[in-house]
C-alpha cells in the first residue's frame, strides 16, 4: 500500500464543481467558494464533492456518524462534503474556507461523541472535509515503524501490523472503528496502555495542512506544533493528513478474561481492591472494570462488576501472577483463554467468538445508537463504605455502563507535560459514563442525560480536583465552550481547556497563537490563540 506525498500547493483539481454546487446553493457567499474553487479545475470532481443535491450526500454524510443524536433532521448540515483523494484537496478546501470565512469541520472516523466533526452549534455555514478516502497503510517492519493516514481505522491499522509480524502491535483504542486521526489526536488509549503508554505517545512523524495550506512534516512544522498535535485535540491547528507511529513488541500468545461478579457475589469487594492494585500490577497485566445493571441470582435487579483483562504472556505466567498479586480474584485457569494479540482486539471489541480478523478492514458500523458520555479520572481509591452509594446512583440510570480504565506503569514514567495528554502519574484510573438507547424520542434522551448529569454531579467528591479532569476523546460540551470564532477568549476557553490539557493548555493556546492567530481552524471546543509579542513567541516554521 502506498502513501502518496503531495508537495505542490493549489494543484488543478475540482473540474466539476461549479455545476455540483449551484443547484443547492444560491446565496452569494457559496457562488464565491465555488468559484474559488473551481478557478484551475482540470479534474472531475464527482467523486469526492457532494452537495445537497446530490444522490449520495447523505449516505456519505451518514456512513460513519455513530450517535444518533446528532443525525436527527434538525442537526444541522454542512453545504457540502468533500473527501478528498489527494493531500492537494485537502488544501485546496482550506485556501477558499479561509477566504471566503466558510467553517470547516474535520471528520476521519465520526466517533466524535458530540458531533462536533461534522454538525456546528453555532449554525454558521460550514463544510465537512471527510478524510475516509485517505487510509493507507504503509509498514515499516524492519524499523518497527509505519505511516498510516488519518482517514484509516484503528482495526485497518491493527490488522495490517499483524499482517505484518505476529510480535508487532500498536497500543490505541478497544473500538477498532474509530478513526486513527481524531483517536491520535486526542491520546488514545487501550489494553496496551500500562505497557507503551497511549497512541499520541508512539507518534514519531505527521504531515499537516496548516491554515496556509502548506504541507509540513515534523521538521518543518517545528516541535511545538509537533507537540500540539499529539493529543491536543483535533481540529485546532491545521488537518493531520499521516502519521509515523512507532510499533511495539507483542508475545505470539496472550491470555485475556472477563469475569463478572455481582455485589452480592462480592464484587464490590472486589472493585475496591482494584482500586489499590490495578494501577500497581505488572506491566504485561491490564486489568479494567466495568460495571453494568444485571440480575442476581433470586432475579432481582443489581449491579454486576466485570473484571476484562489482557495479560502479555501465557495462562500459566497470568494464573502466577494473578495470585501473587490479585488473589481475591479467584482467577482460574478455565476463566482464561490464550490467543494472538490480533485476536485478542476481537475479543475487547465484542465480536462473535470464532470471527475472522478480516472484519478488522471491514469499514461497515456496527449497530448505531443513541448515547451519553462524561468522563472522570480518580487519584484516591473511593472509600469503600461509599461504593453502595454509586451502585445505587447506577441503578437509577436503565441502562448505564461505567468504564473504569487503569492507569500506572509507563503512564506514571511519562512525564505530564511530554505531550498535551496530561494524565499521567498520580491518576489512579479513568472513568467513563456510557448510557445508550434506541428510541429516538426527545423525553427518552433527556432522561438519560439528565441521570448522567446527577450521576456526574453526584461523583464530584471521588474524583479528581482544581480542575476536575476529563478525557478530549470523550468530549462533553457540559464543561463549556467557545462562543464563535470571532469571540473566542482564552478566560473563557480555560472553563473546559483546563479540564482536558491541565497546565498544558495555555502551552496549547501559544501554539494555536503562532500557528493559526486568525483562529481559522475553531469549533466549539477548539484550542484558542493566545498571541504573544513576537519577541516572546520563538516558534517558526516553514513550508515542507
Known sequence: ??????????????????????????????????????????????????????????????????????????????????????????????????????????????????????????????????????????????????????????????????????????????????????????????????????????????????????????????????????????????????????????????????????????????????????????????????????LNEAGNRTMQIIFNSMFLGNVDKLIETVTDSFPELGLQESDCSEMSWIESILFFDNYPKGSSTDVLIDRTHKAKSYFNAKSDYVQEPIPEEKLEDIWKWCLEGDNPLLIMEPHGGKMDETEETEIPYPHRKGNLYSIQYFEQWQDDSAESSEKRISWMRKMYENMTPYVSKDPRAAYVNYRDLDLGQNDNAGNTTYSNAMKWGNKYFGDNFERLALVKGVVDPDNFFFYEQSIPPLIMSEENCGSSYKSL
Not at 75 to 104: E, G, W
Not at 253 to 272: A, C, D, P, W
Open 1 to 294: 500500500m502506498e502513501l502518496n506525498v503531495i508537495t505542490k500547493i493549489l494543484p488543478c483539481f475540482l473540474g466539476a464543481l461549479m455545476v455540483l454546487f449551484s443547484s443547492a446553493i444560491s446565496d452569494p457567499l457559496a457562488d464565491s467558494f465555488v468559484q474559488c474553487l473551481s478557478q484551475e479545475t482540470n479534474t472531475t470532481t464527482s467523486d469526492f464533492v457532494f452537495t445537497q443535491n446530490n444522490t449520495e450526500y447523505s449516505s456519505v454524510l451518514q456512513s460513519t456518524i455513530i450517535n444518533l443524536r446528532f443525525s436527527t433532521s434538525a442537526t444541522p448540515k454542512p453545504f457540502a462534503i468533500i473527501t478528498p483523494l489527494t493531500y492537494s484537496h485537502v488544501q485546496s478546501t482550506i485556501l477558499c474556507s479561509k477566504q471566503f470565512k466558510i467553517q470547516i469541520r474535520i471528520r476521519s472516523g465520526g466517533h466524535d461523541y458530540v458531533g462536533l466533526s461534522y454538525t456546528s452549534y453555532n449554525q454558521s455555514s460550514f463544510v465537512v472535509l471527510d478524510l475516509q478516502e485517505l487510509r493507507s497503510i504503509t509498514i515499516e517492519s524492519t524499523h518497527n515503524t509505519a505511516w498510516v493516514e488519518t482517514g484509516a481505522t484503528i482495526g485497518e491499522l491493527y490488522y495490517w501490523v499483524s499482517q505484518s509480524s505476529p510480535n508487532l502491535g500498536f497500543p490505541a483504542s478497544i473500538c477498532t472503528t474509530v478513526g486513527v486521526g481524531g483517536q491520535i489526536s486526542g491520546g488514545g488509549f487501550g489494553t496496551l496502555i500500562r505497557k507503551y503508554g497511549i497512541a499520541a505517545d508512539n507518534v514519531i512523524d505527521a504531515r499537516i495542512v496548516d491554515a496556509n495550506g502548506r504541507v509540513l512534516n515534523r521538521e518543518s512544522m517545528g516541535e511545538d506544533l509537533f507537540w500540539a498535535i499529539r493529543g491536543g485535540g483535533g481540529g485546532s491547528f491545521g488537518v493531520v493528513v499521516a502519521w509515523k507511529v512507532n510499533l511495539v513488541y507483542v508475545p505470539e500468545k496472550v491470555t485475556v478474561f472477563s469475569l463478572s461478579r455481582t455485589i452480592e457475589q462480592g464484587g464490590s469487594s472486589l472493585f475496591n481492591r482494584w482500586q489499590y492494585i490495578g494501577h500497581n500490577l505488572s506491566d504485561d497485566l491490564f486489568i479494567r472494570v466495568i460495571t453494568l445493571p444485571g
